[in-house]
């Protein structure tokens, strides 16, 4: 079984900076993209940044050039380095795996994180 665990998130003044990070474990084999999504209260959820296995990345129009999706492939782990942070910055943030290969005969599948809270306040 696959896992996905977000960390990183937490109560940051308007301006600051947090580094969100995930981490998937289980027997995996490979995993297409991994990526960011969040969901504010009363809202649905909306895709952040996402990056694939080569590096492609991708985000949202509300958090281009403020946001930094990475990825370290050898540890199956996506970091979202987020800086001047915005109150409607305020969501739940979750990872997500994309066609996911636990080995060489499985299918692809899709899991998601349980999700961080991440809070913009002064």
């Known amino acids: 079984q696959v896992q996905l665990v977000e960390s990183g998130g937490g109560l940051v003044q308007p301006g600051g900076s947090l580094r969100l990070s995930c981490a998937a474990s289980g027997s995996i084999l490979s995993i297409y993209a991994m990526g960011w999504y969040r969901q504010a209260s009363g809202k649905q959820r909306e895709l952040v940044a996402i990056?694939?296995?080569?590096?492609?990345?991708d985000y949202a129009d509300s958090v281009k050039g403020r946001f930094t999706i990475t990825r370290d492939n050898a540890k199956n782990t996506v970091y979202l380095q987020m800086n001047s942070l915005k109150p409607e910055d305020t969501a739940v943030y979750f990872c997500?795996?994309?066609?996911?290969?636990?080995?060489?005969?499985?299918?692809?599948?899709?899991?998601w994180g349980r999700g961080t809270q991440v809070t913009v306040s002064s």
């Open positions: 990056i694939t296995t080569s590096g492609s990345t």
């Open positions: 997500k795996a994309d066609g996911t290969r636990v080995n060489l005969f499985s299918g692809l599948s899709d899991y």
